[in-house]
């Protein structure tokens, strides 16, 4: 045999006509399984010309299933699923015409399929076998069940139970178990019943699992109510609630109820016996540290020390990112040297926490110091941490230490996403750079990574403060061409932009195109325009769009009484701007130290000193402090009028209050 190599075919047929097939061996299956294990051995060492056929290897896999050698047989499946071009019906129709309806097979084969994550494949496979009139043994049915129901392809799961439930078949509890769990993961709470009823109907009754999966769900949604109800139908059918379940209702509680009942649920564990374990104490912790209750979830943690309760992951995890958000920055690092002391390695999330706080309070050497930390202890940083170092290094306006980490994350293989681009690109802009935002911005979009409208907007707003407001403009169009639509801050930015330049034509085609898209406008964007107007002379103007205003519904603040009064007083019309004054007042608004010095310092340049000193006392009257600006313009006023008795006056008024003249006048 050993210089003579059977090609598959005959292979097959020296197991088929041979009379080495299973049928004419059952007694005695040493002899094909010889052959096979010298074909295989011939296959993997001396005749690599030798391959297997879909033939060949399907009576070579009956052989040894029928040999209880499973592992082998499945080795050969894999073959089977991996030969290239060979359909899923193929596989299957060869499998029947050499192994007929053998379930232990068809069981192995589906298996095959879920081990190997083809979990499509693996229902494909389910069907073409059904269609053949063949049954699938309950096991491989549930462990296709369960791989399906783990990645979430709900859908298929179903066809596949119902394709089950219809072949006849025996399902146990393993079956509507994995299937409680389907009903839980779709929130159809209200089908459980009539479910359990069916299964009950067979002889199968709900176990410790069944009751554990639907207390766990119940709870997760708010069901709190109805988790404890189940608790007590469990007890009714003889089944004592585990702390698996106790833990369930537990964080039911801690997030719908009260964390007092929640204390006294875990009293009540200790009471009839069971010891909590980490999980019911993680279950108080996390939610003292989602409520922002500091002391409460100290306590917390000192009990499970006195209980002598190991702290875990999720402990710890807890404790640091409350700690590094009330910005308690000591006690978070405690924590954390307390992890590494228990011989807990930290991983990306929790150094990502402190590296965040870090960053927030502007420390940015010991942010670095911390990712130079996970680096040596072999954690890789992912784009969330780099993501948070950037930030933290933007806002401390590092760009350049920005960009050496951006190229650092490149060349580590690490793709920046949508936020790596944003941060930089803000921070670029902030720090005057627009060709490099721009460029970023280009090279976000060659990789796919749809810009949205905070980018733009973080882009549009850089071309404002440069005043190049063509490119502002031309980003705009071409934002709306790529169906990303403005919102009220896009808006925002043109209409000031175009009114920090005078050119308030252009600010209110924008602003009527905001109304006319339903983005209603705020102070803000109003006081904008208001400006614009005051800047480019047309205080008159103003006043019109001021009262237009109020008709939209949007109230005036001491911004826009400000930036109006200034206006007039710019060009000189004293009288209208008191009118503000006075209107401001009958709106229930205090003209401050800020409107009085704007009229004041109008009055006194222009010599009308007894309304100035007339606005000076109504300030003192009303409990305003006069600030050194209004004493500089009222002696300077006076001052021009000649009248140096009053300049003296005012002069020894401010050295009382405090103030240090500028040089004698």
Sequence with gaps: MANYLPKPLSTFNILKEGKLT????????????????????????????????????????????????????????????????????????????????????????????????????????????????????????NSLLGGLVKIGWVDFAWEVYHETLSSGVQMN????????NTICKEHKFDEVKTFLKGFQAKGVSPDIVTYNTLISAYSGVGLVDEAFQLMDTMRSNG????????????????????FERAKEIVKEMFRIGLTPDVATYNALLVECCRKHHVLEAESVYNEMLQKNIVPDFVTYSSLIGLFSRSTNLDRALAYFKDMKSIGLVPDNVIYT??????????????????????????????????????NGLCKNKMIQEADKLFY??????????????????????????????????????????????????VLIDGFCREGDMEKAKNLWKNMISKSNFPNHITYSILINGFCTKGRVVEALRIWDEMIGNGIKPTIVTCNTIIKGYCRSGLPVDAAKFFNRMASSGITPDNITFNTLIHGFLMEDQMDQAFDMVNKMESQGLSPNVVTYNVILNGFCKQGRMNEADMIYGKMIGKGLDPDRSTFISLINGHVSQENMKEAFRYHDQMLQRGFVPDDKF
């Design 408 to 457: 650092e994350m490149t060349e580590r293989g690490i793709h920046p996403d949508f936020y790596t681009f944003t941060t930089l690109i803000n921070g670029y802009v902030k720090g005057g750079n627009m060709n490099k935002a721009v460029t970023l911005f280009e090279s976000m979009r060659q990789r796919n990574l749809k810009p949205d409208v905070v980018t733009y907007n």
């Design 353 to 390: 926490i402190l590296i965040d706080a870090f960053c927030k309070h502007g420390v940015i050497s010991e942010a670095m110091k911390m990712r130079d930390e996970m680096v040596d202890r072999g954690c890789v940083l992912d784009v969330v941490t780099y993501n948070t170092l950037l």
């Design 173 to 180: 509890n393993y079956t509507m178990n994995i299937m409680v």
């Design 22 to 141: 299973p049928s004419s061996c059952r007694h005695n299956l040493q002899l094909p399984q010889q052959f096979i294990d010298t074909v295989a051995s011939h296959h993997h060492h001396h005749h690599p010309k030798f391959k297997h056929s879909l033939l060949s290897l399907s009576a070579s896999v009956h052989v040894l299933t029928e040999s209880r050698r499973p592992s082998d047989a499945q080795s050969l499946l894999l073959r089977m699923i991996r030969k290239s071009g060979v359909s899923r019906t193929q596989i299957v129709d060869s499998l029947i015409s050499t192994c007929g309806s053998t379930p232990l097979v068809f069981d192995l084969l589906i298996r095959t399929y879920v081990q190997s994550r083809k979990l499509r494949e693996g229902v494909e496979v389910f069907k073409v076998v059904r269609s053949r009139g063949i049954s699938v043994p309950i096991n491989a049915c």
């Design 239 to 258: 089944l004592e609630p585990g702390l698996y379940a106790q833990n369930a209702v537990l964080k039911g509680v801690c997030r719908n109820r009260s």
